[in-house]
DNA sequence: TATTGTTATACTCTATAACTATA
DNA sequence: TATAGTTATAGAGTATAACAATA
């Protein structure tokens, strides 16, 4: 058989990787002065001019959270709202210049600590991982 | 070269990846009545005896949240508290047969959950996958 | 003295329900 | 009427600092 009913195996791993990825990021964001949902949020939005709703949905939480998050993201002046002008219902995230530095810091820091670990990876093993996880995030991002 | 000195795409995966099981695990732990982290802790715990010093540890966070996690948990009666008899500041974390039962319910849904996604996987895929993630995890945990 | 776990505190994250404004 | 976002609320997670018990 190819395709086994459920893969306890797969997810042990995965649920294993969560955690520890959990660690890493948490306090990469922590040194930065973020939170974790504060990092993830500020690393979704990225070069794009995402709705509050549709962060909600990638952060795979309530609505009601992303206000707050906002709120606090944009007190620090890493990013500002934008009325959409076609729907005035709508509000776009959109990053200032200093939200795009911590962005880009975040992720060099997170680079650097995921290299550091796996340094003795060869490429050879370091790729087909790559494509692995990236595919599998698409996947699960399907509903 | 063979090692990259800062492997970018491996760590944007590995966020995707991290920000995706993020959804799926916590959509499983709602649906069985529990939040992330405590799940994340049951799982942890399973047959194991970990001190809280240890939980604290392995969930990267303080140990002063691990004493309120625990407190929850032992008041729904899905773990107890056991001091050690050898150094009586040490207490150490046993699941009940509730708690036991709950993590197993936890495994299984959240394994389905990712067979489902990754059903079209064949084992050819999913098996090194599972390999990789787990050498991952085990690489991240040191230190 | 050092370590394990707890308490107190303040802030953040979270979901639910009710609301405002736009469509 | 329906939808996007907000507010109010209550509970849970989080780190820091100060503390108790034990070693």
Redesign the interface.
């Known amino acids: 058989m ?26 990469v964001s922590r040194r930065l002065g973020l939170t974790t949902q504060q990092a ?1 949020l500020l ?2 939005v990225g070069h794009g001019r995402p709705s509050l709703g549709e962060l909600a949905g ?3 939480c309530d609505k009601t959270n992303v206000t707050g998050l906002v709120d606090r993201l944009e007190r620090r002046e890493l990013l500002r709202r934008e009325i959409e002008p076609q729907d005035r219902r709508v509000s776009r995230v959109i990053l200032t210049e200093q939200g795009h530095a911590i962005g880009a810091q975040l ?2 820091a ?3 600590a ?2 550091e ?10 790729h ?7 595919a ?7 509903q």
């Open positions: 190819d395709t086994a009913p459920v893969d306890h195996d797969l997810a042990t791993a995965l649920l294993a990787l969560y955690r520890e990825i959990g660690g890493l990021h948490g306090a993830l690393c979704l990638s952060l795979g992720r060099t997170f680079a650097e995921v290299t670990r796996l340094g003795s990876w060869p490429t050879t093993r370091r087909p991982f790559a494509q692995l996880a990236q599998a995030a698409e996947a699960f991002s399907q």
